[in-house]
């Protein structure tokens, strides 16, 4: 994602209405869950039009985050309970479960739902050790990021 490396983005905290966005752009690359109270704060800087409610209930914003949620949880477990997921998602189950079966589908969650149980099961072809090592990766390039910001202060 060539935004999250534009050197630039650590200039819109600065900005008031912009104060939110850098940190969401951050949390999205890094696949880190992104919070109620940093949804509703980046929404604020949005116009009314981009605040708009779709058919499932939810804002454009809303159902990105929660795609989004669903695949950083996706990296964090396993498996969950939907219970759980809705949750962690700020949703209800049926929602939650509806979410992740349309991106089942799509392709864009690897995946399978056990109704009977609430469970549902994250399928994933890379290795523990494999993710082990991309979240090393993951660290030691933010820690890059910290220290050259440290640096050129």
Not at 23 to 43: D, G, P, V, W
Not at 69 to 81: D, F, G, K
Request: aromatic share 6%; glycine share 6%.
């Amino acid at each position: 994602m060539q935004i999250y490396k534009d050197e630039r983005l650590s200039q819109l905290d600065s900005l008031t209405e912009f104060a939110t966005h850098s940190k969401i752009l951050e949390k999205n690359y890094m696949h880190q869950l992104l919070r109620k109270e940093e949804l509703i704060k980046f929404e604020e800087s949005l116009a009314p039009h981009q605040r708009a409610i779709m058919g499932d209930g939810l804002t454009i914003v809303e159902r990105g985050v929660v795609e989004h949620n669903m695949i950083a949880v996706s990296q964090l477990y396993r498996s969950i309970y939907v219970k759980e997921l809705a949750n962690i998602l700020g949703v209800d189950e049926r929602k939650a479960e509806k979410i992740a079966a349309s991106m089942i589908m799509e392709g864009s969650l690897h995946g399978s739902i056990d109704q009977m149980d609430g469970l549902l099961e994250f399928h994933t072809d890379e290795s523990p050790q494999s993710y082990w090592d991309g979240s090393i990766t993951n660290f030691c390039i933010e820690l890059n990021r910290v220290a050259d910001t440290i640096k050129a202060e």
